[in-house]
């Protein structure tokens, strides 16, 4: 059984810009989630999708977005891109919704710098 | 309004001794705890969860307890080892279709184990 993957590992980008971040959830695994942990944080909650729809949002504008494919990879797109969104951004997966008392499997994450 | 609150940044402890991470939460809703470990340039791994409805959990070296009266939970190692130093953090979810999917972490405490 393959782990949560995330790619790239690092990632510098200027404001204003847009990016997409990548992730593979482990095989069978319906639900991925989105964090993002700033510097001396806790993760905070972007959103969740199941079965390829949005499940769940936290207090994130809308210029985050996601999808998910049938494939168990799913991407985070955030356009307009601020200094504040320099963060390191988690994707975890797990077999369904958290809120259901399920476990969630974290990648390694991706570092994003906004200059 | 942070939700869940580790107050301790940092805990030493020597080798072979206990280790407590202590957590409290706010949101009477909570009904599913974790406890994440997280090295450098890792994601968080998962260690032990608990569900309200029990006040224990054990799993080799690591104990959880909850006392939802006190809304207060805390990580028991025992005995501690210097692979145990990493940041640890707790995490709470809520039952419900606007909380599915949503984790809520806690700042993280840095354990450092010394030889």
């Known amino acids: 059984e393959t782990g949560v993957t995330q790619s790239p590992t690092h990632l510098i980008k200027t404001r204003g810009q847009q990016v997409t971040l990548r992730c593979s959830s482990q095989?069978?695994?319906?639900?991925v989630s989105w964090y993002q942990q700033a510097l001396g944080q806790g993760p905070q909650f972007i959103f969740q999708?199941?079965?390829?729809?949005?499940?769940g949002r936290g207090n994130f504008p809308p210029r985050f977005s996601g999808l998910q494919f049938p494939n168990y990879s799913s991407e985070l797109n955030v356009n307009a891109l601020e200094l504040d969104d320099s963060a390191l951004y988690l994707c975890?997966?797990?077999?369904?919704?958290?809120?259901?008392?399920?476990?969630?499997?974290f990648g390694p994450g991706t570092r994003l710098l906004v200059l | 309004d942070q939700q869940v609150k580790q107050n301790s940044p940092s805990l030493s402890v020597q080798e072979g001794r206990i280790s407590i991470l202590n957590c409290d939460y706010t949101n009477s809703m909570f009904d599913y705890f974790l406890w994440y470990k997280k090295y450098p340039a890792e994601g968080p791994t998962f260690l032990i969860s608990?569900?309200?409805?029990?006040d224990k959990n054990e799993d080799g070296r690591f104990t959880v307890f909850l006392n939802k009266s006190a809304k207060h939970l805390s990580l028991h190692i025992v005995p501690s080892q210097p692979g145990d130093s990493a940041v640890y953090f707790c995490a709470a979810s809520a039952r419900g279709s606007s909380n599915t999917g949503k984790l809520i972490f806690g700042q993280g405490t840095t354990l450092q184990v010394k030889p």
């Open positions: 999708y199941y079965r390829e729809e949005e499940n």
């Open positions: 975890a997966s797990s077999p369904e919704p958290a809120g259901l008392g399920e476990t969630q499997y």
């Open positions: 095989s069978g695994h319906n639900t």
């Open positions: 608990i569900s309200s409805i029990k």
